[in-house]
């Protein structure tokens, strides 16, 4: 079963390889879906792959060929294939089936004690789609102990909802003077950032507003067990 979004994607590929013979730009498919960066058409890229509804040409730039269509999106006789409508206009989206699973960027190691730098990947998790709400994810694993009475332990993937802000209280990925980041609880003082650990045995960290940008929120977490 196929998510909206990774429908909507299939389909668009489909008509514009029916209609100009070559595959869209990520650029396009971006814009086409409304997403808010070009990751998120690597995460659906690499979902419908994974599925075997389409393939990467090798040796060929934009080159796609989709393998296969759902049931719900093959053409009928006598009627047009399906188009992408507006969002205002589409459907409710379906329930998400419990063992569906989504690929998401997986961007290296974070701290959940001092700040260590956060290393960009080309790396990917698979992750069950029923964990993650609405938004654009990704995922880093966790490094430290500052973090264990919330449940968040050493080798753990915390799974991350893009965003800039957050409320007192939330447990987000700071980034500390665009260098390295953090898995903290947020708290405001006046104009100081209080970035609190859920160990006792670990202090809060401080600074500036102006050295702290929130990259995301925490939306869930996956433990791997040996």
Do not use: W
Not at 96 to 103: F, K, M, T, V
């Amino acid at each position: 079963m196929l998510t909206r979004k990774q429908q909507e994607l299939l389909t668009f590929i489909d008509d514009r390889l029916r209609s100009d013979g070559v595959s869209p730009s990520f650029e396009e498919m971006k814009d086409a879906l409304q997403l808010r960066s070009k990751s998120g058409v690597h995460r659906l890229i690499s979902a419908l792959e994974e599925r075997s509804f389409i393939r990467r040409l090798p040796n060929r730039a934009r080159a796609l060929e989709v393998l296969k269509l759902p049931d719900a999106l093959k053409p009928m006789a006598g009627k047009p294939a399906l188009k992408l409508v507006p969002p205002m206009a589409q459907p409710r989206a379906l329930p998400i089936a419990a063992n569906d699973s989504i690929s998401i960027p997986l961007h290296g190691r974070i701290a959940a004690g001092m700040p260590l730098e956060a290393m960009e990947s080309d790396r990917s998790l698979s992750v069950p789609a029923a964990l993650l709400g609405p938004g654009d994810h990704y995922a880093l694993e966790v490094s430290g102990d500052s973090m264990i009475d919330a449940g968040i332990f050493d080798g753990d993937y915390a799974l991350i909802r893009r965003c800039e802000d957050a409320r007192d209280g939330d447990i987000v990925v700071a980034l500390i003077d665009d260098a390295e980041a953090t898995l903290k609880y947020l708290r405001r003082e006046k104009s100081m950032i209080r970035l609190d650990p859920a160990n006792a045995a670990h202090e809060p960290q401080r600074y500036p507003a102006s050295r702290v940008r929130v990259q995301g929120k925490l939306a869930g977490l996956l433990r791997r067990y040996n």
